[in-house]
């Protein structure tokens, strides 16, 4: 299969439609692929609809984003029904009680398939904003393969993808949004090594370029990037393509996910085989 994963900018709306067009645009221009990967709090730029005052505002951007969110959902399934593909949507909030969770929600060309919410919280989620966890990891069953979603943070915890991969889970997608080239870095460190551990492919897609107008969105680095286990199956760098530092747009890669189980089953190395072993091991 083909995938699609983006570096992607903020833009202000002034109405729905304006976002209508973009996210549109956005779209088509990776339509030759089976799977779009957008990335972490991608969906804060449609804050702007509230005007300049609620934009600014840490907590009322939260609640006007999510205030979209079923037209969001609509949209979003229309365009992937619409080109016969499979899109994972820029997470954001949602509110199913007081405080948000952050979600990212995986559409197909049947409609929408499910979500995923952020495991673990950074310190800026914890303390400032007040986003908050909503335990439970989720193995999406799709005609692209069996999918897994680690965002941002998550993918920085080893444990979180190795349930994953002992679900069968074959391509993890990872949207983030960071603030600092070491920020991106630990996301993209953290891609690759679980793409090793699990001998997996990892899809990374960051938000890039500056937001003055969100305090939450205000400054972000990255480059969109597809991983691989460096195993013999696949290039030696582990690298399938990425992009550049801080410039939006999409890579896209062709991936075979019968390597993948090549790899798990005989690859030079065996990691995702070999880690019960670790778990055996102790100080002495």
């Not at 005609?143 to 994953?164: K, N, T, W």
């Not at 582990?238 to 798990?264: F, N, Y």
Request: glycine share 8%; net charge negative.
């Amino acid at each position: 299969m083909k995938i699609a994963t983006a570096a992607y900018n903020f833009d202000w709306f002034d109405d729905f439609d304006a976002y209508r067009a973009k996210l549109t645009r956005w779209v088509e221009a990776a339509s030759d692929c089976d799977l779009l990967v957008f990335p972490e709090y991608g969906a804060m730029e449609l804050a702007s609809l509230g005007g300049h005052d609620i934009a600014a505002d840490l907590e009322a951007s939260l609640h006007e984003v999510a205030r979209h969110n079923d037209a969001r959902d609509a949209l979003h399934a229309e365009l992937a029904a619409a080109h016969g593909i499979h899109i994972l949507a820029a997470s954001g909030p949602f509110f199913a009680g007081e405080r948000p969770f952050n979600r990212a929600v995986l559409f197909g060309p049947e409609g929408r398939i499910g979500h995923q919410d952020k495991q673990i919280m950074t310190r800026f989620e914890r303390e400032d904003w007040h986003v908050e966890s909503a335990p439970g990891l989720r193995v999406f069953d799709t005609a692209v393969g069996r999918l897994g979603i680690l965002i941002c943070y998550d993918s920085e915890f080893p444990l979180l993808a190795r349930q994953l991969a002992e679900a069968g889970v074959e391509v993890i997608l990872t949207p983030s949004c960071t603030d600092t080239v070491a920020g991106f870095n630990r996301v993209r460190i953290g891609a690759m090594a679980r793409a090793l551990e699990s001998q997996c492919v990892v899809v990374h897609s960051p938000t890039v370029g500056l937001c003055d107008w969100n305090p939450a969105i205000d400054e972000n680095r990255g480059m969109a990037a597809i991983y691989a286990p460096s195993d013999g199956f696949w290039p030696e760098t582990g690298i399938l393509a990425e992009g550049e530092m801080d410039r939006p747009g999409w890579v896209k890669a062709k991936i075979d996910l019968d390597r993948i189980r090549q790899s798990r089953e005989d690859g030079r190395v065996l990691p995702f085989a070999h880690w019960p072993e670790s778990r055996d091991s102790a100080i002495i």
